[in-house]
């Protein structure tokens, strides 16, 4: 899988790794059990800081994406490991309401909102490998 | 040299004219086979193949190929003019004069084009995103097990020659002239007797720390077709990998048959040059064929039919000093592709690469201590 961030954006860049990780266990471009990289290797591969990549994976594994071995280093969890939370639920609702609130100000309707999760939520299925351009 | 005229000696002016040919070739060919997008150092728009650019370019390689025919001109006067001693020592003072010159022709190029990417407001248009492949980084590369085998034959070639040495006169030869007769013997020893040994044992050091620093290098993969530049990439390290082993295996061979002429049969000592000049042809003509086939980072390479074209800018330019040298204290990477080349350098920002090099220069340097005290 071929992860992409952009250090210009205004997400963080650990964010937007997070998120590519994610992305990739959602749509199915890594599978359960296959290893991620090194955080050396992701690190020098991305010409960022290792404490970057590092926060990443810690997060990820705190969060039940990922597995840390010893020998085999990060890999990817089984689906067990990451249900929705309360937290998670939390944490949706709190950047929805962003979301939304700036929205519905600009004069979205209810509907398109709607169509445009639909859209999206369909768009990451295990065929669609090449979700976004650049 | 008046006297009767030498096949080795004639072997000896050739790899001299090879070599002053590969050197030639190489320089020239640099501009064409380095990673596209990039001139003489300095990111390009893809999309602007510049008129300016295109004859930047063709000077640069005009002027490379008069100098090395200049360069060969004057190592025929050399030869004629000279003795060969006097010739020895120049014949590399002016190879290094040439290198210099075409350094010289690339640095102001490199510096035209600067200006011209500032004046046409080129470096405006950069986009900073950077890719990553989950693909393990050493898959379907050559594995380090395979220099056992080249550690299996170090072995069996110090084995052999501590066997027989008891057997071996008391005076063993040093030194080929260049009429391939040996003309320097020196007391035998251990010392002496595994001086083949020791030399395979620091070129196979030398090449495993090539071929580590090959797998670990940066990935730079390219935002316009990420997937085929990540498959490049991999078979541009395959093949540089697969080259350095079959290099270290090739010339590890090498000194055992050195060995084996001088040490064990010396009245057949006077095939070493021709054996030598075949070695060194195959490894210059092979490492220019190998570049020129793959092109820097596999750009050459053909994927469904496709060589690489030229990938969007990064703005990364302020890191690349001359275009020759990287320095950037926020890429924790040690080993990244050169701009003007085929190959990888440092990323001289880390202290690890200065240690490197330090290292490299003493393992150098000890090497060199080693024979000349060996053969004293």
């Known amino acids: 899988m071929i992860m992409s961030v952009n250090p210009m954006l205004e997400t963080p860049l650990y964010l937007q790794l997070k998120n590519e990780i994610i992305r990739g266990i959602t749509t199915g471009e890594l599978i359960e059990g296959e290893e991620l990289p090194s955080v050396r290797q992701l690190a020098c591969d991305l010409g960022i800081n290792l404490h970057t990549v590092n926060k990443v ?61 639909n859209n999206i939520f369909n768009s990451l299925n295990s065929n669609n490998k090449n979700g976004r351009g650049f | 040299m008046e006297g009767d005229f030498n096949m080795t000696t004639f072997l000896y002016y050739g790899l001299e004219f090879l070599i002053i040919f590969i050197i030639t070739v190489m320089a020239t060919i640099i501009p064409t086979i ?46 004629l003019q000279f003795s060969m001693v006097i010739a020895d020592i120049l014949l590399p003072l002016f190879m290094i004069a040439y290198l210099l010159f ?42 380090y097990m395979w220099f056992i085998i080249h550690f299996i034959l170090i072995l069996a070639t110090g084995l052999f020659l501590l066997l027989i040495y008891p057997y071996l006169p008391e005076f063993l030869p040093m030194h080929l002239d260049i009429e391939g007769n040996i003309n320097n013997f020196a007391p035998k020893s251990l010392k002496i007797i595994l001086l083949p040994v020791v030399t395979q044992v620091y070129i196979t050091l030398i090449c495993i720390f090539t071929f580590i620093s090959i797998k670990k290098s940066k990935r730079q993969l390219d935002p316009k077709d990420p997937v085929a530049s990540s498959k490049r990439i991999r078979m541009f390290k ?38 030598l000049f075949a070695m060194l042809a195959i490894i210059l003509i092979g490492t220019v064929i190998i570049s020129v086939k793959t092109g ?21 330019d302020k890191y690349w000093k ?55």
């Open chain 2, 102 to 143: 075409t350094i010289i022709i690339y640095y102001i190029n490199h510096n035209t084009i600067k200006q011209i990417k500032k004046e046409k407001g080129w470096d405006k248009d950069t986009n900073k995103v950077i890719l990553a492949d989950t693909t393990r980084a050493d898959a379907n590369l050559p594995s």
């Open chain 2, 34 to 79: 380095s990673k596209p997008g990039i001139m003489f150092g300095i990111e390009i728009p893809f999309d602007k193949k510049d008129d300016g650019l295109y004859k930047l370019k063709t000077r640069y390689q005009m002027l490379c190929i008069a100098g090395g025919f200049v360069l060969a001109a004057v190592t025929l006067i050399l030869h």
């Open chain 1, 57 to 117: 994976y810690d997060i990820l594994r705190n969060e039940g994406f990922i597995t840390l071995h010893r020998q085999k280093g990060a890999t990817v969890s089984s689906k067990e490991n990451y249900k929705i939370t309360e937290e998670f639920n939390r944490h949706l609702k709190c950047d929805l309401t962003v979301l939304i609130t700036e929205a519905k100000c600009r004069g979205m309707k209810l509907e398109e909102f709607c169509q445009i999760c």
């Open chain 2, 322 to 376: 001359a275009g020759m040298f990287y320095y950037n204290p926020n890429d924790p990477s040690i080993f990244i592709e050169k701009r003007f080349g085929v190959g990888w350098t440092f990323n001289y920002a880390r202290p690890a690469s200065w240690w490197i090099t330090a290292g490299l220069f003493a393992v150098i340097a000890g090497f060199v201590a080693y024979s000349i005290l060996a053969s004293s």
């Open chain 2, 238 to 275: 395959a093949i540089w990998l697969y080259y350095t082993l079959a290099l270290s295996f090739l010339l590890n061979v090498l000194m055992a048959i050195i060995a084996q002429l001088m040490f064990v049969t010396p009245e057949y000592s006077y095939i070493l040059p021709f054996i």
């Open chain 2, 296 to 316: 820097q980072s596999g750009s050459r390479i053909k994927i469904d039919g496709k060589r690489a074209d030229g990938s969007i800018q990064t703005g990364s």
